[in-house]
């Protein structure tokens, strides 16, 4: 659990930095370790009920549908919170139920968080090995959107996200980032 953990502190602080706190929805392209993002809005100020939303259904969504639940991207401007999660079970109904005052949307997911942040700490524990084949990796987390992990690495080249995302066989990303966090990697 610990492990979990760092990866969880690692993903946060990396995704973080990179995207300057924008959590916007990303369009993949047709081709592995390739996408184009489309960064929201962020003029607008943290919309109260819609934080209050967000922290309502965080515990349910990681406890009890964990199986399921990739991220969540709220858009304060049309006080919206989006959901993704990958289909099959009744999340949907669950967070209707708890959640009022706010506009609610799902869309399906490829990948749940766990599982991301399962291939993230594969990834981080593999960084010496990556190295060595020629690819800086310099941290990793989940995408909101349950598409893919962004693995960010020295150069970001689409050539690395899908190299990565062949030895995984698993959906990865590559961005640009020179920070490294040491947190026990």
Not at 96 to 103: D, F, I, M, Y
Not at 110 to 126: G, I, N, P, Q, Y
């Amino acid at each position: 659990m610990r492990t979990r953990n760092r990866a969880t502190v690692l993903a946060t602080i990396v995704l973080a930095l990179a995207s300057a706190g924008c959590a916007g929805q990303a369009g993949a392209s047709n081709s592995p370790g390739v996408r184009e993002e489309v960064m929201p809005n962020t003029s607008a100020p943290n919309d109260p009920a819609l934080d209050h939303a967000a922290n309502e259904v965080d515990g349910l969504l990681k406890s009890k549908y964990a199986q399921w639940y990739a991220g969540k991207v709220l858009e304060n401007p049309g006080r919206t919170m989006i959901i993704y999660r990958k289909p099959g079970s009744d999340l949907d109904q669950a967070v209707r139920e708890l959640v009022s005052g706010v506009q609610v949307r799902f869309a399906d997911a490829l990948l749940s968080e766990r599982e991301m942040l399962d291939l993230t700490e594969r990834v981080m524990a593999d960084a010496t090995y990556w190295r060595e084949q020629g690819v800086s990796v310099t941290g990793a987390g989940p995408l909101p959107d349950g598409s893919a992990v962004r693995v960010m690495t020295a150069t970001g080249a689409p050539e690395e996200g899908e190299r990565l995302s062949r030895h995984y066989q698993q959906p990865i990303v590559a961005s640009r980032a020179s920070v490294t966090f040491a947190l026990g990697y």
